[in-house]
């Protein structure tokens, strides 16, 4: 079994050769680890750290194009690489990674395809309290539009097999943590949570300025991703929001219309007539959104199964106008 930790990078060379020093390199049952920095056009001298901590591939982008697309090229590029198990963590040392081993274990027992490493947030000093409660309400958000059991959907250490790493397609540009377990889910594909240590925090999140940035886009990263991924259903929640007080309406004027010939309230039916129209539309969204999401999910497929195919073919990373250094140090 080969075992490739990817670490996407950006402005951490005060902290990366520790994070790849601290990478166990012989665990019970795999054969091969190692080490990919997929830099996310950093401006000092990440990748040249990289390479003396040890690193063993190193992708650089000639931008900075965020962590989601950062994570996207490390999936791709370990899957060309030959990839049985990748592992994704923190380039801030964030996480510990003598958790590795556990963190893959269900994986190696086939007991999970995917597991999210969940952080002590509760013991977490550097936590507000206020932050604490908001990761407990976004985790319990995400569950319940994946219809998974994940504790810490946030987590970014996390575990994935060459199978479910092939069917990630991620296309949220702010991060990738809470849509590839929306998207795991929906796929039913095997996930679970195993508890994981931390280490002390060495300077605050890059992703976001602050709590409300954090909320604002969290939100809207949820509603997004579970509208491309269950349509449908959202569709024709705005239906029935829409159709129910439109029907009430109309029976409303047609018992004044019985009694008293419905003088005076034409007004009602002309707005419950309003509501029906938009419930019609909402409703003929939903289907096309629906047959959309369909084509997705094959092309989806047909995407897995290439990269499943050609295990040893470079990735496409002209896409993301990135330059593989591997070879060159």
């Known amino acids: 079994m080969k075992l490739i930790v990817q670490i996407p990078a950006l402005n951490e060379q005060e902290t990366i050769a520790q994070t790849i020093s601290e990478i166990p390199r012989s665990i019970p049952g ?23 901590a040890g690193a063993d591939h190193v992708v650089r982008m000639s931008s900075h194009v965020g962590l989601a697309r950062a994570f996207s090229l490390g999936i791709e590029k370990a899957l060309s ?10 380039a801030d040392n964030q996480y510990c990674a003598a ?12 007991q999970a395809q995917i597991v999210i490493g969940a952080r002590p947030i509760s013991q977490i000093e550097t936590f507000s309290p206020v932050k604490k409660a908001l990761q407990r ?20 250490f996390r575990a994935y097999s060459r199978e479910a790493a092939a069917r990630l397609c991620v296309v949220n540009t702010y991060t990738y943590t809470i849509e590839t377990i929306i998207q795991a889910g929906r796929n039913k594909i095997p996930m679970t949570s195993v508890p994981v240590r931390v280490n002390t925090v060495t300077r605050p999140s890059r992703l976001f300025k602050g709590i409300t940035e954090y909320v604002m886009r969290s939100a809207r990263t949820i509603l997004r991703v579970f509208v491309i991924y269950a349509p449908l259903r959202f569709f024709l929640t705005l239906t029935a ?3 129910l007080p439109g029907f009430f309406g109309v029976a409303r004027f047609v018992m004044f219309y019985m009694t008293d010939g419905g003088a005076g309230h034409v007004q009602s039916l002309v707005l419950s007539g309003v509501l029906l129209a938009m419930a019609t539309i909402m409703f003929a969204v939903g289907i096309l959104a ?3 999401a369909a084509n997705r999910n094959l092309l989806e497929d047909i995407r897995a199964r290439d990269l499943l195919r050609a295990p040893h073919k470079p990735a496409d990373v002209m896409r993301f106008q990135a330059v593989d250094s591997a070879e060159n140090g």
Do not use: H
């Open 30 to 52: 795999v054969g091969t680890v190692e080490v990919l920095v997929i830099d996310d056009g950093s401006t000092d001298q990440t990748v040249a750290t990289a390479w003396q």
């Open 81 to 90: 690489l030959g990839a049985d198990v990748i592992v994704n963590t923190d």
């Open 99 to 110: 958790d590795i081993p556990a963190l893959i274990a269900p994986i190696q027992e086939r």
């Open 137 to 156: 309400l976004g985790s319990w958000v995400v569950r319940l539009a994946s219809g998974t059991e994940i504790l810490d959907a946030p987590s970014g």
């Open 241 to 243: 929001i829409f159709a």
């Open 290 to 292: 629906d047959l959309i």
